[in-house]
């Protein structure tokens, strides 16, 4: 039987972060959640947009309905993914963050600097990430308005 929808997390890095995304599949594994890995899978250098839009197109697609990305410092891969208007991904550096992404900005894609950010951290950052609600409230105007860029 297929893999429920809401428990389907996609993962996606460049070279900059394959040993994090390793260890967060890993993790998301381990709680019970079916991981889509998109790569990439190894040592060679490619290019973060590539993966970035993979992993956008699952989300749009209904593949995943939440997805974790990690480039060397997170920002290339985030700027990438944020470049699609169902995408709503934040770079978070610690749990407040995280926390703060959910709440706020209803964040759909959690990104991380895998040369930046401590394994340890970055696991507190996914478990508060995916365990945080949106507040909804006068966020949802907001949020609304980050899909219709005038
Ligand atoms: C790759 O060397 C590096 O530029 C990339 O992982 C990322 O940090 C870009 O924003």
Redesign the pocket.
């Known amino acids: 039987m297929p893999a429920e929808p809401s428990r389907t997390i996609a993962i996606a890095c ?4 394959i040993d994090l995304k390793a260890t967060l599949a890993a993790e998301l594994e381990g709680d019970g959640y079916d991981v889509l890995d998109l790569g990439t899978n190894g040592s060679d ?1 490619v290019d ?1 947009p590539d993966f970035a839009y993979a992993l956008a197109s699952a989300i749009k697609d209904g593949k995943a309905t939440r997805g974790v990305l990690v ?7 985030s ?1 990438a993914a944020n470049r699609h208007a169902e995408i709503r991904a934040a770079l978070v550096h610690d749990a407040l963050g995280a926390r703060m992404c959910r709440e706020h900005n209803d964040a759909n894609v959690i990104a991380f ?3 930046m950010i401590g394994v340890e951290t970055a696991r507190d950052c996914l478990n508060t990430f995916l365990n945080t609600e949106f507040e909804g409230g006068r966020h949802e105007r907001r949020v609304d308005k980050l899909s219709n860029p005038k």
């Open positions: 460049d070279h900059g972060g250098s973060y480039c060397g410092s997170g920002i290339g891969i700027i600097g895998g040369r």
